[in-house]
Every structure is written in C-alpha cells, then in structure tokens.
C-alpha cells in the first residue's frame, strides 16, 4: 500500500473522478480489509475499537466516506448508480495501491462490496455482506414502524441531532445485546461536525439504491469467499434478505445473530470479528 497516511489520521485522495476521505488502523504490511459503511453514514461510524480489533486479527483496516457523506466530494444535483459507488472503492484501492482486498460492507455498504466482487473479482479476496439484502422485492424489507423516522427533517443543532440518533437506534438497535448509548452520542456529535447537511447526500444515495433493483443473477457471478452476517432484529432490514444474499452467492456462509438489529453492538463484535476474520482465511494465498 503506498504511504498516502499514517494510523488513524484521516487523509483525501483522488479516486473514480472525486474525491474520498479515509484512515487507517493497522500495520500496512498486512493484507488491506477494507470497510464500506451504509446509506447516508460515514467512517466514524464504524467504531474506532472493532477497527482496532479487526487489526489486531492480521489486517490493514481501510475505513473510507462513500461520496455524498463526510469528507467526501457531495454531488448536488447528480444522479449516480450502485455501479459508480463500487467504481469509487475500486478507485479508492487503486489510489492507494492496493491490488486486492478483503471487503466489509453493512447495509447498503454490503450492496457495493457484493457489485464490486460481481464485476470486478480480481480486486476481492474476500467478502463479508453484512445486515444487507440482492435488492429481490419482498426480501430485506424495512419494517413499517420506521416510516416515521424516514421522512423527519433534518437536525439544526449538533445536540437535536444526537438526540435523535439516540431515539433512532432505541428502535433500530439490536434487543439482545447492551447498547453503546456513548458510542453512538459520540459517533453522531463528530458526524455532524464533519456533515452538518447531509440529507440532499442520503436521498441521492437512497436513489441509486432503489434504482439498482433486484441484483441476484448478478451475485450469482460472485467467485470470492463470503460470509453473510445478518441480526435476526433488524427492522431496517428483515433477515430474509442476508438469507437471500447467501442463497445467491455459491459457497456462502450465512450467520444469523440472535437479538442483533441493524447496528453494531459491542456484545456481538466476537462473533462477527470471527466469522469476517475466519473467512478471510479461505481466500486463495500468494
């Protein structure tokens, strides 16, 4: 990996045309994993300690902004699809001189580390979908009671805002496991800060979702080995859609969490820090 940054000290590179910011945690001499986080959420979403802990498992742990969130180039007035966020990880990895990685995507994360496997294999050694779905209608529907949340406006105030990603993940977390009320105040707080307007980004980004449709012939073409991490709480995204990601992806491994929703508990960073790490060792070496 070229030296473009040192640990934990976040840094912009050109990449597919824009451009995105990142860090780093690990030593760079290990195979890269890199993190793709959901829908209208940044880097510092993905907790500084389950970086620390995926490094401590052998990886150089690459955290990253999809466009339209945090640091990253914000595309007012663009229409842009799945396929252009995929060739933004892809050009993310070039720019940091990285041939192949080992991908981690959640939400609609886990849709562009699947499209990236599907059309570009040679860049994936691995690939862990998490609390995703193929986008096949009925499957990984969002439960009707967060309707509500999802036409509320935006927050003014860094406080309104913490305030109401508490409120948010009260319903969305996962029941089975203690919540992190800390982490998510803190995470929030240094999102606002770094994306106070960040709601134009998140619908342009919802729009390349629904617009992708339904993807499993297309997971079908996947050849990387997978492991389908899915809560069995999730009202974001009902399980049936982790067990239709696994079911279209020869070779798969699907773990079910009990009691996970669509966040991630610390309570159940063990399981998931294995089972990505474990499958990671089934990618071909040299």
């Given at each position: 990996m070229r030296d473009h940054t040192t640990n934990d000290t976040q840094?912009?590179?050109r990449a597919n045309g824009i451009e995105l910011c990142y860090d780093t945690f690990g030593d760079p001499r290990q195979p890269v994993l890199l993190l793709i986080?959901?829908?209208?959420?940044?880097?510092?979403?993905?907790?500084?300690?389950?970086?620390?802990r995926l490094a401590e498992r052998g990886f150089l742990v690459v955290r990253f902004d999809n466009r339209d969130a945090g640091r990253s180039t914000h595309l007012p007035g663009a229409d842009y699809a799945l396929t252009d966020l995929?060739?933004?990880?892809?050009?993310?990895l070039d720019a940091l001189g990285v041939d192949r990685a080992h991908?981690?995507?959640?939400?609609?994360?886990?849709?562009?580390?699947?499209?990236?496997?599907?059309?570009?294999?040679?860049?994936?050694?691995?690939l862990a979908s998490l609390m995703s779905t193929t986008g096949r209608r009925g499957r990984g529907r969002t439960s009707p009671r967060l309707i509500r949340h999802a036409f509320s406006r935006g927050a003014r105030t860094e406080q309104h805002a913490v305030e109401r990603r508490v409120r948010l993940?009260?319903?969305?977390?996962?029941?089975?496991?203690?919540q992190d009320v800390d982490e998510?105040?803190?995470?929030t707080a240094l999102s606002f800060r770094r994306d106070p307007d960040h709601r134009e980004g998140r619908r342009r980004q919802h729009r390349a979702v629904r617009a992708a449709g339904d993807r499993t012939d297309q997971l079908a073409r996947i050849t990387a080995p997978t492991v389908v991490i899915h809560g069995t709480a999730d009202l974001v995204c009902h399980h049936s859609g982790g067990e239709a990601t696994a079911a279209a992806i020869s070779g798969a491994r699907l773990l079910l969490i009990p009691g996970m929703g669509h966040d991630l508990p610390p309570g159940a960073w063990p399981t998931i820090i294995d089972a990505i790490a474990d499958n990671a060792r089934r990618a071909p070496q040299g």
């Open positions: 840094q912009i590179v986080m959901g829908l209208g959420f940044q880097l510092v979403h993905w907790p500084d300690e389950f970086c620390r995929a060739a933004d990880t892809t050009g993310l991908l981690v995507g959640a939400s609609m994360g886990g849709m562009i580390a699947q499209v990236v496997a599907a059309l570009h294999p040679a860049r994936v050694l691995s993940f009260g319903t969305i977390g996962s029941p089975g496991f203690e998510i105040r803190r995470a």
